[in-house]
């Protein structure tokens, strides 16, 4: 039974790595015995995983550092789709002016990713990929049309790969997370009245950490959730859940 959560030795690839969600998950993994490639888009210095730079959109460059940390590890037994960005502008026209960037970063990267991560796993027959999405992959969000919809296509491609990858044992999930305190929130936070509309809209009556993450993506990644596949798992304080 306690071996049944452990990541002790796997290989794990995380985008979006060089802060926030991204950065936690990757020294909290590799602090568990995890082997831990972390692709963020310029070097990280305080990192203490192995960092390697790239832009999740160059799928060239990104295809051969797979390729690479497999013929050095001879496995690749999780993916966490990390990777992502957000323009929230009150000027629609200037938010979609972001559209396809927002897409390419968070929707069609993660999809080219996988297939290439998926190429390696079915080797030891045996994976997890998990996807960061958000709760406005079920939600509509104000001023941010190009965000929700990359989440929401995030989410459902999610689904679709689960069905794909999975006669072959090779597993996709995705995490939801609610508000989160990290960079990409640091308006919000900051806001006196949005912080706390937000904080109340919770069941917990809170904002979360990254630390709140922690479990959901080591149990999607252990063998422990060997039987969960094509799963949205919300992480977000009850926000979902909750009435009046």
């Known amino acids: ?13 995380i985008t979006g790595a060089s802060s926030g969600i991204g950065k936690y998950l990757a020294n909290s993994i590799l602090d568990l ?5 972390g692709i963020t888009r310029k070097k990280d210095n305080e990192s203490r995983y192995n960092n390697i730079i790239c832009d999740v959109n160059n799928i060239k460059k990104m295809r051969s550092i797979i390729k690479k940390i497999y013929l050095k590890e001879k496995k690749i037994d999780v993916l966490i789709n990390n990777a992502g960005v957000t323009f929230e502008k009150k000027n629609l026209n200037l938010n979609m002016k972001y559209f396809d960037k927002t897409i390419s970063t968070n929707t069609k990267s993660p999809i080219l990713i996988s ?8 080797k030891t027959k045996k994976g997890s990929i998990i996807n960061i999405c958000s709760l406005s992959s079920k939600l509509g969000f104000p001023q941010n049309p190009s965000y929700v919809s990359s989440k929401a296509a995030l989410a459902q491609s999610g689904k679709a790969l689960a ?5 072959k044992n090779i597993r996709v999930n995705n995490i939801l997370p609610g508000y989160i305190k990290t960079k990409m929130t640091l308006k919000s936070q900051k806001n006196k009245f949005r912080f706390e509309e937000r904080k109340k809209r919770t069941i917990l009556n809170r904002w979360g950490d990254p630390s709140d993450l922690l479990g959901t993506v080591l149990f999607l990644s252990s063998d422990s959730s060997s039987y969960i596949t094509g799963a949205d ?12």
């Open 1 to 13: 039974m306690k071996n049944l959560f452990s990541i002790k030795n796997k290989v794990f690839i």
């Open 33 to 37: 015995g995890a082997v831990v490639y």
């Open 115 to 122: 297939l290439e991560c998926y190429k390696y796993m079915i």
């Open 163 to 167: 069905i794909d990858f999975g006669k």
């Open 233 to 244: 798992i919300p992480v977000d304080g009850g926000w979902l859940a909750k009435g009046v």
